[in-house]
Structure formats: structure tokens, C-alpha cells
């Protein structure tokens, strides 16, 4: 019986490199020796650039002829087109060397079968594997050191790393020393290193009366991002505008970060407004604008040569909260004529008095044939003017728009300005500030060129908005909650206790943004998850839990947002809970 497999393979061809050949030993006549050491050289061919990036190479021995390439004798050593080698204790005439990318497929053999003949004295062969690596710290590092004895030699071999490595690497030997024909294993801890870069470390072996000095090759590349911190918004601020930057810690062995910046903690597709790859800054400022009233999660997810590492805990942030009053226009739809260059008017009376601290004009709707030859401007009853936009876009023919100073976008940067998106107008609406609201407003399109066809005034109207600053919950008690492995324990308000100037228990809604890892949150016995919510009533009447699935754990966590029904926002607290053998037995100890 047999089966077939397949699987699909991507190839990618580059001119800017090979050919990749053997160039010693590649002759006839060839004689080499067992327990010598004798030079590889191939030509490297750019194979080492940036788009074939082969940073390493095996090297084999065939004595067959090339039918079979099963004898290292370097791997993972520099690709650097040459590497001296130990020969191994067999003979032939018809040996042949391979040598072929480490981490990629091609290869090249030498051209012509050499000889490999008797030791004529006793001695020692090893070989490393492998020679070259890159180590990611805090990783650890390790390389297999095997032993030939040639010719029944039989004296210990003891090794060394006598310099090259950063002072903070910690090396060990699993065996030291060992006999011929033992192999060891050299372990380099990188725990404790801060530099990185490409380092040789000399490997001194010492067997009898002999002392051989050899080379291993780290690339050592700082893979720690414990430090990174994302610093603003600041996590749990509110009031922010509408387009803010978003800033975390410059790392120097972070090359890249990605962005993600979502309406929920799932962080799934359709909640993300915007997201960013690949960001060689430590900062970035969205492309659409945020929605006023809103909490928004983000988060950051570091990377370098050694891959990318978890995306960060998500940081929280509430935009401004705003109320408008809405008025519309009902001197609506006016014809704009395609004869001469008209101002088509349309009235909007208020009757209620107030003083403007900020106004926004929305759906103003229309159409011509040619949008760059018309202008809009808004008229205050006190007679001030302000062209909202005049001889923007070309070849556009409808608009249908809102129009705020605090908006993300500029209106002539953006066309067509259409689906009820509000702009920054090109003039500010700031000019109506302190003005009073009472009296006819007045909305002018004028046509501004007479080579047009003409269109329809269909909408518009204004609102009258003021930015609020509702009181936010805050916490009275977070307390870290003590729970025996395996078990469940309540969280009482004694732990987690979260208030409200304005609000009662029952208002305050906490929402889970970063779930438990070893143990789980239920209400009722209803296990809770990342976006599930409970409020502090729930906590009062003692309806939430913490069950421990893991008792090997030693601590566990969740993180959560609070918000009222006024507005109010506190993100993002954790709420840390240890697991204790020794937990006291639950009892009620909830405040009242």
C-alpha cells in the first residue's frame, strides 16, 4: 500500500545573484587526508544579499561518488565562501563535496571525484552543529560538538570558549571533558545579554598535547520587548478629539510595529477602523476619523528579524462627548439656474437664543453639473460670512456633506464630498463663536462660472454642539483577591468596589477587554470572556466568581473598562488575583 501527497510551492528567481559553485576541491588529483583539516571554498555569488538572504550553508561529503551526501562535515557554518574542515576517519577515491544553502534550495557539487586516504598517525577530528545560528534573546543557544577518535586516539578532550561572546552569556559544556569519539553539548544562556549583532566566539580544544582554536558564529538580536509601553492616548483617557496620534516606546530592536485600532476588545475585522503594518516609527496618526462618543481600543504588535511578537494588552480611550441640537431647513429645494452666475438662497429661522461656542453645518445637499463652479457660504443673523467651500473638485457633480471644524479632513482634499461626511470646511465656522444663535440663518450657493448646466439646492441645516465632560466612575477598591488552586472564590467588593457622582451600581457597567489565562470569570455560573459585560449590582450581590483551572499557575489577571449611562469612561484597570494554597476559606465579607 502507498499514498501520494502534494502540496502547492512558491518559487521566487532573482537575477541579482549566481551562480552558487564549489571551487575547492573541484580539480582531479585531489588527495586529502583523514584527521587533517583542509579549506572549502565556493563562490558566495551574492547569495548572501537581501533577496536571496542565504546567511548559511551545509557543507557534506560524499565517497561514493555523489550518490549519497551523508557525511557533514560543517553545518550551518557563515556563508562567506570558505570554512576549514575536519575529515572524518573514511577512505575513498571517489570522494565529492556538496555544498547547499542551510535555509534555502539551492546547491552546488564539486565537479570531479578527490581521494581521502589513511592517517598516518593517531589524532582527533570534531565537527560543530551548528556553526552559525542566530539566537533571539532571551533564548538559548546550543551547539552539538561530535568527537572522532583517528587511529585509536585516546587522550580527553576539553573545551573552552575563551572570547568573542558579550560578558553577560552565561556557557556551559553538558559534558567536560569528554573521550574521543563522546560528543558534548555547548549551551550559551543569552538571558541576561543587552547587546546584539554578529558575534565570533573562539572555541579552544585541547586533546593531548595538541591546542586547536575554532569559530562559532551568533548573530545575537535583542528579542526582549518587555520595555515597550504604549504611551498616548494615555490608557483610559477621555475628551480626545477626533483624529489623535497614537505614540509608544521607541525600541531600538523593535525594526517594525503593527497597528490595530478597534471599536471592541475582539479586535475581529469588522471592528477594526484602521490598522497599520510594518511602521518604522513610534507613532501614527489614523486615516479616517474617529466617532465623537466613542471608546476605542488599540494595541501594538512589535517585530524585528526573529518574527513578530505578541500584540501588547490593549490600551482604552473615550472621544469627546458632544451634544448638538439639530436644526433643518425647510426652504428646500431650490433650483439653481444654468443662466449667468446666480445666488440661490435658503433661510433657516431660530427662535431659541443661546451663545455659540460651537456649530456644525449638516446634510447640506445638492446637485450641479460641474461642482468647481459653485460656492456655499453660511450667513449668521448678525450678518458674519463664511465660505464653506468654493471651486473644489473636478468632474463631480453631487455633494452631500456635514461640515465641522474639529472634522478629520479637509473638503478639497477629499472628493466627491458625498454619504453625509462631515469636513473641515475651508474657511473656520470659529467665526460664529459668541455670536447668539437667535434670528435667520442663511445658506448661499452661488455660481461662480456661467459655463454650467445648472443643478438643485436640496438640504442643509445647522446644529449648535457643546462638549461635555460627564463625572467618570473611579475605583474605591482593587485589591488583589487570594484563591486556592482549582477552586472558585467570589469576588467581593472588599477586592473590586468602582463608584459614580452621578451614577448607582446598577449604571455601572464593567466590560472584560483582557480575559483570564488560567482560570475563568462567571456570573452566575456563567463563564464570562473578552467583551462580556456585569455590572458593580453584580458584584454587590455577589453573583461574580473566579474559578482557578490551572493549579500550577501562580498568579492570573483580567483587565476591564467601567462606563455609566451619562457618558462616563474609566479604562483600562487589572485586576490581579494570586493563587494561593493558603487562601483563607470564603466567607461573606462584602462591604454593605
Not at 324 to 340: E, L, R
Amino acid at each position: 500500500a502507498g499514498c501520494t501527497g502534494n502540496a502547492d510551492l512558491t518559487l521566487n528567481f532573482s537575477a541579482t545573484a549566481g551562480p552558487f559553485l564549489v571551487t575547492q576541491p573541484n580539480a582531479a588529483g585531489i588527495t586529502w587526508f583523514v584527521g587533517d583539516q583542509n579549506v572549502v571554498t565556493w563562490d558566495v555569488a551574492n547569495t548572501d544579499n537581501n533577496k536571496v538572504n542565504c546567511q548559511s550553508v551545509n557543507i557534506l561529503l560524499s565517497v561514493n561518488g555523489g550518490s549519497a551526501f551523508n557525511i557533514p562535515l560543517a553545518i550551518s557554518t557563515p556563508n562567506d565562501g570558505s570554512e576549514t574542515v575536519f575529515i572524518p576517519d573514511v577512505t575513498t577515491s571517489s570522494a565529492r563535496i556538496r555544498i547547499e544553502a542551510a535555509d534555502n534550495i539551492f546547491f552546488d557539487v564539486s565537479n570531479q571525484n578527490f581521494s581521502i586516504e589513511p592517517a598516518d598517525e593517531p589524532g582527533l577530528a570534531f565537527s560543530f552543529a551548528p556553526q552559525f545560528q542566530q539566537v533571539c534573546v532571551p533564548d538559548i543557544a546550543e551547539v552539538t560538538i561530535n568527537t572522532q577518535s583517528i587511529l585509536n586516539f585516546d587522550q580527553p578532550v576539553s573545551f573552552e570558549i575563551i572570547d568573542g561572546l558579550p560578558a553577560d552569556v552565561q556557557v556551559s559544556f553538558s559534558a567536560n571533558p569528554v573521550m574521543p569519539g563522546e560528543s558534548t553539548t555547548l549551551t550559551a544562556d543569552m538571558t541576561g545579554v543587552a547587546d546584539d549583532g554578529s558575534f565570533t566566539a573562539t572555541l579552544q580544544t585541547i586533546a593531548g598535547g595538541d591546542t586547536i582554536l575554532s569559530e562559532l558564529y551568533f548573530n545575537i538580536v535583542n528579542n526582549d520587548f518587555t520595555a515597550l509601553a504604549l504611551e498616548g492616548p494615555a490608557d483610559g483617557e477621555s475628551g480626545l478629539g477626533v483624529l489623535p496620534e497614537f505614540s509608544w516606546t521607541d525600541l531600538p530592536q523593535a525594526d517594525v510595529v503593527n497597528f490595530q485600532l478597534s471599536t471592541t476588545p475582539f479586535f475581529a475585522p469588522d471592528d477594526i477602523v484602521e490598522e497599520a503594518y510594518n511602521l518604522t516609527d513610534s507613532y501614527y496618526v489614523p486615516t479616517v476619523g474617529l466617532d465623537e462618543n466613542t471608546v476605542y481600543y488599540w494595541r501594538i504588535q512589535p517585530g524585528n528579524e526573529c518574527g513578530l511578537a505578541d500584540f501588547t494588552l490593549p490600551a482604552t480611550f473615550q472621544t469627546r462627548t458632544v451634544t448638538c441640537t439639530p436644526f433643518v431647513s425647510s426652504d428646500v429645494p431650490k433650483s439653481i439656474s444654468a443662466i449667468g452666475t446666480p445666488t440661490v438662497s435658503s433661510v433657516l429661522p431660530i427662535i431659541s437664543s443661546g451663545t455659540i461656542s460651537d456649530i456644525n453645518v449638516s446634510k447640506l445637499k445638492g446637485t450641479h453639473d460641474a461642482l468647481p463652479h459653485i460656492a456655499a457660504s453660511l450667513v449668521s443673523p448678525s450678518g458674519t460670512e463664511v465660505v464653506l467651500f468654493s471651486g473644489i473638485c473636478g468632474n463631480t457633480q453631487a455633494f452631500d456633506l456635514g461640515l465641522d471644524d474639529e472634522a478629520a479632513f479637509d473638503v478639497a482634499d477629499n472628493c466627491p464630498p458625498i454619504n453625509g461626511i462631515k469636513y473641515r470646511p475651508q474657511n473656520p465656522l470659529a467665526a460664529f463663536k459668541g455670536e447668539n444663535t437667535l434670528g435667520e440663518w442663511t445658506m448661499n450657493i452661488k455660481v461662480i462660472n456661467n459655463d454650467g448646466q445648472g443643478g438643485t439646492f436640496e438640504a442643509w441645516g445647522v446644529e449648535f454642539c457643546a462638549s461635555i465632560e460627564p463625572e467618570h466612575p473611579f475605583i474605591v477598591k482593587n485589591d488583589t483577591m487570594p484563591v486556592p488552586p482549582l477552586d472558585t472564590r467570589t469576588l467581593y467588593n472588599i477586592y473590586l468596589n468602582v463608584q459614580d457622582a452621578d451614577d448607582v451600581a446598577d449604571d455601572l457597567q464593567f466590560t472584560i477587554v483582557v480575559a483570564t489565562k488560567d482560570g475563568y470569570i462567571a456570573r452566575d455560573g456563567v463563564q464570562l470572556g473578552v467583551g462580556d459585560h456585569f455590572t458593580m449590582r453584580d458584584i454587590h450581590q455577589e453573583r461574580i466568581t473566579y474559578t482557578n483551572t490551572n493549579p500550577d499557575a501562580l498568579f492570573d489577571f483580567f483587565t476591564f473598562i467601567v462606563q455609566d449611562d451619562q457618558g462616563g469612561f474609566m479604562g483600562t484597570p487589572k485586576f490581579n488575583i494570586v493563587i494561593d494554597p493558603d487562601a483563607p476559606v470564603a466567607t461573606n465579607e462584602a462591604l454593605p
